[in-house]
């Protein structure tokens, strides 16, 4: 055998099997570039929503914390209304006897009204004042109200 022979052979054969194989990979190139480019829009979408995500817990972070100092500062005027209620009630049952508180006068009333106005809600305010305003008899004899007349059947 030639070596001209055997040589185009190999040569041709080389050729032809570079030729597919430049082929094949030029289709991968152009598969990797499409999946590269459908992988870079998801990409951003992921980001702009990991975005709108963050945004999102940051503004309920915010909110949480602003009713946080909401809730504790209404505790703490809670808490202080409850001291000066005790306070007021340690001073008013050492100067009165404990029948004696049910009959005060107006002055006493006026003054815990003035004073149940900076802690008490107004429904709380008047059940205050319906207690020292009511008969001998006390808050606990008075006819029920609506609210409270519910019986079960």
Same mark, same amino acid.
């Given at each position: 055998?030639?070596?001209?022979?055997?040589?185009?052979?190999?040569?041709?054969?080389?050729?032809?099997?570079?030729?597919?194989?430049?082929?094949?990979?030029?289709?991968?190139?152009?598969?990797?570039?499409?999946?590269?480019?459908?992988?870079?829009?998801?990409?951003?979408?992921?980001?702009?929503?990991?975005?709108?995500?963050?945004?999102?817990?940051?503004?309920?972070?915010?909110?949480?914390?602003?009713?946080?100092?909401?809730?504790?500062?209404?505790?703490?005027?809670?808490?202080?209304?409850? *001291?000066?209620?005790? +306070?007021?009630?340690? &001073? #008013? %049952?050492?100067?009165?006897?404990? $029948?004696? /508180?049910?009959? =005060?006068?107006?002055?006493?009333?006026? *003054?815990?009204?003035? +004073?149940?106005?900076? &802690? #008490? %809600?107004?429904?709380?305010?008047? $059940?205050? /004042?319906?207690? =020292?305003?009511?008969?001998?008899?006390?808050?606990?004899?008075? +006819?029920?109200?609506?609210?409270? %007349?519910?019986?079960?059947?």
């Amino acid at each position: 055998a030639c070596w001209c022979q055997t040589n185009d052979k190999e040569k041709t054969k080389a050729i032809a099997t570079a030729e597919a194989r430049i082929s094949d990979l030029t289709t991968k190139i152009e598969d990797y570039t499409a999946s590269s480019a459908q992988l870079n829009t998801e990409i951003k979408n992921l980001e702009k929503e990991v975005a709108e995500n963050q945004a999102s817990l940051d503004q309920a972070t915010a909110l949480r914390q602003k009713e946080l100092a909401e809730f504790n500062a209404e505790e703490k005027e809670s808490l202080e209304a409850i *001291s000066a209620l005790k +306070a007021a009630i340690t &001073v #008013l %049952s050492k100067h009165n006897s404990p $029948s004696s /508180l049910l009959q =005060l006068d107006q002055r006493s009333v006026a *003054s815990i009204k003035s +004073a149940s106005k900076k &802690v #008490l %809600s107004a429904e709380q305010q008047r $059940s205050v /004042l319906a207690y =020292l305003k009511a008969p001998s008899g006390g808050f606990m004899d008075a +006819a029920p109200t609506f609210k409270q %007349s519910y019986a079960p059947q």
